[in-house]
């Protein structure tokens, strides 16, 4: 069975400094895609980026961008340029390609938050 | 566009009622799954549906049930309530992607 590591409950930064937030997760699969989820307060879980593991190169999506090391099996988060509106808590989740992207295994969460 | 929309939004039961949970899923989407989400911790799959069938499933027990209408809409059933069923029920929606939309949730609270 796939699980999904995230070793930060919390973490607090300034605005406009650059956090990473950390994940890791096993699996025998070698097809997969991970991705970060955004969960604010509304509850509602938007999608900040993905990473299929068959590429090399890291995905980015402006301020955020991910290092992935699929050996080590860890799938990190960077946030540059932080801003007020990117605290929630954030999820790393994994999905294998048999499975498609409906059934996603979430790690536990990092509750970020950004201070003036 | 509407996204995913579910009702209710709260709801409080007490242990062995039972309660339907509702989703609609974004426009053109016909794939919908649902998620449970204990306190302070991470979604949990439940169950997919697509085609009016379930597709996959996830380690939850039989209470649990659902059902998805010709128009793609779906329902969430969980007969004989248990404290531990207390959580938020997220709905998500695709089609063919890689991207799942997720609603706001309903918030089920078991007494």
């Known amino acids: 069975a796939q699980t999904v590591t995230q070793s930060q409950p919390e973490m607090s930064v300034q605005e406009a400094e650059t956090v990473t937030l950390s994940c890791t997760y096993d699996?025998?699969?070698?097809?997969?895609?991970l991705f970060w989820y955004k969960q604010p307060p509304s509850r509602q879980m938007i999608l900040v980026i993905r990473?299929?593991?068959?590429?090399?190169q890291n995905a980015t999506e402006n301020r955020f961008s991910v290092n992935f090391q699929k050996a080590a099996k860890s799938f990190s988060l960077k946030i540059s340029d932080s801003q007020l509106g990117d605290t929630a808590m954030y999820f790393c989740?994994?999905?294998?390609?048999?499975?498609?992207?409906?059934?996603?295994?979430f790690g536990q969460g990092t509750r970020l938050t950004i201070n003036p | 566009d509407a996204g995913v929309t579910q009702s209710p939004t709260h709801l409080i039961k007490t242990r062995g009622q039972q309660v339907t949970l509702r989703c609609s899923p974004k426009?053109?989407?016909?794939?919908v799954s649902w998620y449970q989400q204990a306190l302070g911790q991470g979604p949990q799959f439940i169950f997919q549906?697509?085609?009016?069938?379930?597709?996959q499933r996830g380690n939850f027990p039989d209470r649990f049930s659902g059902h998805q209408f010709p128009n793609y809409s779906s329902e969430l059933n969980v007969n004989a309530l248990l404290l531990g069923d207390s959580a938020l029920y997220l709905c998500?929606?695709?089609?063919?992607?890689?991207?799942?939309?997720f609603g706001e949730g309903s918030r089920l609270t078991v007494l």
């Open positions: 989740a994994f999905t294998s390609i048999i499975q498609g992207a409906q059934k996603l295994v």
């Open positions: 990473q299929e593991a068959y590429k090399q």
């Open positions: 998500a929606s695709s089609r063919t992607s890689l991207e799942l939309f």
């Open positions: 426009s053109g989407h016909d794939t």
């Open positions: 549906y697509y085609e009016e069938e379930e597709r």
């Open positions: 699996t025998s699969e070698s097809n997969y895609y």
